[in-house]
């Protein structure tokens, strides 16, 4: 099988990603299997400049096929933030409750239909330094009036999600895949992976 280097320092990514490749015909290798290295300096303005900084990056420590990813929240109402910056928003320590508690004082005067938001994985695969495969997969939703549910990561308990009527933490981590953005874009790379072998 071929080796798959899935380069992220985030476990609740990891698990996701596990689960979605699941049935891939790859050999999922992880960062503990790779040399230790200081994570690199997320300096893209998109989701998709992060993710092929990652992959790059990542990708010169080992031979193997190399996938990284960027993802966060872009909350239209708020100019898209915290977007690129969704892991360090309050800085990169802050808590959830104390970044949800930010975003509702900010959102106050919003009514609720405008409260669009969206969560985007980018992904990037590289090989031998060039890139090979690039994806994005996004799922559009509304912040929710308070936090609910314990499920999921991050900022799932305020991303409500129209379809289920309820956010991503409510629901059970398979439904959250089969409609969310790391499920979709990776999906999409074990398609790909799938045309390859
Ligand atoms: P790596 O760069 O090592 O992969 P990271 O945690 O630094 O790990 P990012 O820079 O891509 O990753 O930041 C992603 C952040 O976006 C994550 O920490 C959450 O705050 C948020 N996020 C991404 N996907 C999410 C999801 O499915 N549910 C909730 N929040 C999510």
């Keep these: ?25 790859v050999d999922l290798r992880t960062l503990e299997a790779a040399p230790r290295v200081p994570e690199p300096e ?11 900084i990652k992959a790059l990056y990542y990708g010169a420590l080992t031979s193997h ?15 898209g933030e915290p977007g690129v910056r969704s892991a360090r928003f309050l800085g990169p320590g802050a808590s959830y409750p104390a970044r949800f508690a930010e975003i509702q004082r900010r959102l106050a005067e919003v009514p609720e239909h405008a409260r669009q938001a969206r969560f985007v994985c980018a992904l990037s695969v590289v ?12 799922i559009e939703g509304l912040i929710a009036a308070e936090a609910r549910g314990i499920g999921g990561f991050g900022y799932d308990p305020i991303f409500f999600y129209p379809p289920f009527g309820r956010t991503l ?29």
């Design 127 to 138: 090989q031998d330094g060039e890139v090979r495969f690039e994806t994005t997969g996004t």
């Design 169 to 197: 933490a409510e629901v059970s981590a398979a439904e959250k895949l089969s409609v969310a953005h790391r499920g979709l874009a990776f999906s999409a790379l074990a398609d790909w992976l799938r045309g390859r072998v």
């Design 42 to 52: 997320e300096s893209g303005l998109t989701f998709a400049e992060n993710a092929r």
């Design 1 to 25: 099988m071929t080796p798959l280097l899935v380069a992220t320092t985030n476990a609740d990514k990891l698990r996701e990603i596990r689960a979605v490749l699941a049935g891939a015909a």
């Design 65 to 79: 096929l190399t996938v990284a990813e960027d993802s966060g929240l872009e909350i239209d109402a708020l100019g």
